[in-house]
């Protein structure tokens, strides 16, 4: 079948320099990434679906599974460059021929499983119900998550596979996804940690497994994708995980910690783009009343704000006072409410709201001499 062929090619493709790398650099590696999946992946799907493999529907009764990958090596600042371009997204490898083929979607495209490229005939209709058969067999979820691409990675005297995944919302297509990019030893450490503190609700949940050989094939990768996809999805299922600091700062805390770096060195462009993603995460992961999205606010504002993108600093701004309404007493709204005064005025919107709230915070015991600005608030805050 077209699968089989498309599989043998692939395995022609990766049988030259890229194997040889990776037998290599598999020997004197010790590090999780260099492992794949048994080849009884136990409590996982045997068909793998989303952008990255797919299976024939003329093959539905074979047992063997049939990836359609390429896992061509880039060199690790190529890699890099990708991901920054994106968003937080890599774009992976592309595979072409027999008219398919594997793409990174851009913001503002069609992208995700309904993708197609024109003139190619990847997405049957056939393919379009397996997937969300495939999405279906879980339990409900209000969060779908998806392998989009995977990315070779060589650094030195290491070789890992850096995924890229999207947080989509069911029923919606999302001009600029929300995205982070892992590696293997990343959801190794999220496994590890949810095992230790929630013991009895992760006795169900499967993790792929290790083994020492043949870690860079396309089936591994197809296999660990998939595996992922539903690794998330299991996890996001169970309320007291789904809402517990060691899943949710697993998707955005390192965006926070890199665009706080970035604003910290005056990149303030790159720094808006990464705070942005973060703003995405956490709103599609229902995380939007804790401090990290308070701070996420005070990034976007600060940068929108040196880039003279005022009105939407002064929108984010509104945002988070809203948000402080709530919360009452917080250490971010002298701050918040300063910027907002100043941005009210360069933008012409009425401020007198929060001179009153500002003036009632200082004879409530607010000092009178110069509160912190926002910035000095971002490069400040520790965040571990």
């Not at 004197?28 to 024939?56: H, V």
């Not at 665009?259 to 995460?281: I, P, V």
């Amino acid at each position: 079948g077209m699968a089989a062929r498309l599989l043998h090619r692939l395995r022609n493709a990766l049988g030259g320099e890229g194997a040889g790398e990776a037998r290599a650099d598999g020997e004197a590696e010790d590090c999780p990434e260099s492992s794949e999946l048994e080849d009884d992946t136990e409590g996982l799907s045997t068909r793998l679906s989303g952008t990255l493999s797919f299976s024939s529907h003329e093959e539905d009764e074979d047992e063997e599974e049939q990836e359609e990958e390429g896992a061509g090596e880039q060199k690790a600042p190529q890699a890099t460059a990708a991901v920054a371009e994106g968003g937080g997204r890599c774009s992976g490898w592309e595979l072409e021929g027999d008219g398919m083929a594997l793409d990174t979607p851009c913001p503002g495209a069609e992208w995700g499983p309904a993708a197609q490229r024109a003139g190619g005939s990847l997405l049957t209709q056939q393919l379009q119900d397996l997937w969300r058969r495939s999405r279906s067999s879980l339990v409900p979820q209000r969060l779908l998550f998806e392998v989009s691409s995977a990315s070779v990675v060589s650094e030195r005297s290491s070789k890992y596979v850096l995924y890229t995944i999207y947080l989509i919302r069911p029923g919606q297509c999302d001009k600029a996804p929300a995205a982070i990019t892992r590696r293997y030893s990343d959801f190794d450490r999220l496994n590890r940690r949810l095992r230790c503190r929630f013991g009895c609700s992760m006795t169900r949940i499967a993790f792929p497994r290790k083994r020492l050989r043949q870690n860079f094939t396309a089936e591994t990768i197809a296999k660990r994708s998939r595996a992922f996809e539903q690794f998330l999805s299991h996890l996001h299922s169970i309320d007291e995980i789904r809402c517990s600091p060691e899943f949710l700062e697993f998707f955005f805390l390192q965006d926070l910690q890199a665009a706080q770096r970035l604003t910290c060195t005056g990149m303030y462009r790159e720094a808006l783009a990464t705070w942005a993603n973060a703003y995405r995460l956490q709103d599609r992961l229902g995380a939007c009343s804790s401090s990290h999205f308070l701070l996420t606010l005070a990034g976007l504002v600060v940068c929108h704000q040196e880039l003279d993108e005022l009105g939407e600093a002064h929108g984010c701004c509104e945002q988070a006072l809203q948000l402080l309404e709530v919360q009452g007493s917080h250490p971010l709204l002298g701050p918040f409410l300063q910027a907002h005064i100043h941005l009210a005025w360069k933008v012409g919107k009425d401020k007198r709201c929060s001179e009153a709230q500002l003036q009632d915070l200082r004879e409530a015991g607010l000092p009178l001499q110069p509160q912190p600005t926002l910035k000095e608030c971002l490069i400040k805050e520790p965040l571990e």
